[in-house]
């Protein structure tokens, strides 16, 4: 099998709520290097805090967000997600409740903050 895949996870708290979801990133490897045409997809999953200590384990407290997609390289910003694609574009994904959202393309301002376009 020439492709690898590569997964990372990580928590990260988007939302700031002192509750961190949890990111899933997902590549495939050419054998080659990244191969550039293929997709790094992230799934974002949300974790609630049972009432009763006993019911940590139940999966009832997990809510899968959504998922992003961009090229190569996963950047968390505070309250965003950013994907990049090429090397100077991206896509802004921002947590909205219990839903990842698309706020659409960004760009970098003077502090270095990703911005949706059009704000």
Same mark, same amino acid.
């Given at each position: 099998?020439?492709?690898?895949?590569?997964?990372?996870?990580?928590?990260?708290?988007?939302?700031?709520?002192?509750?961190?979801?949890?990111?899933?990133?997902?590549?495939?490897?050419?054998?080659?290097?990244?191969?550039?045409?293929?997709?790094?997809?992230?799934?974002?999953?949300?974790? /609630?805090?049972?009432?009763?200590?006993?019911?940590?384990?139940?999966?009832?407290?997990?809510?899968?967000?959504?998922?992003?997609?961009?090229?190569?390289?996963?950047?968390?910003?505070?309250?965003?997600?950013?994907?990049?694609?090429?090397?100077?574009?991206?896509?802004?994904?921002?947590?909205?409740?219990? /839903?990842?959202?698309?706020?659409?393309?960004?760009?970098?301002?003077?502090?270095?903050?990703?911005?949706?376009?059009?704000?």
């Amino acid at each position: 099998m020439k492709d690898k895949w590569e997964l990372q996870a990580t928590v990260y708290d988007i939302k700031n709520d002192g509750v961190p979801e949890v990111l899933v990133g997902i590549n495939r490897w050419d054998g080659d290097g990244w191969d550039i045409n293929t997709e790094v997809t992230v799934l974002v999953f949300r974790f /609630h805090v049972p009432k009763n200590p006993n019911d940590l384990g139940s999966s009832e407290n997990w809510v899968f967000a959504g998922l992003g997609k961009g090229q190569h390289i996963i950047l968390l910003d505070k309250d965003r997600i950013i994907l990049t694609i090429g090397s100077s574009d991206s896509n802004l994904y921002l947590l909205k409740g219990d /839903h990842l959202t698309n706020a659409g393309g960004a760009w970098k301002d003077s502090h270095g903050r990703y911005i949706p376009y059009g704000n």
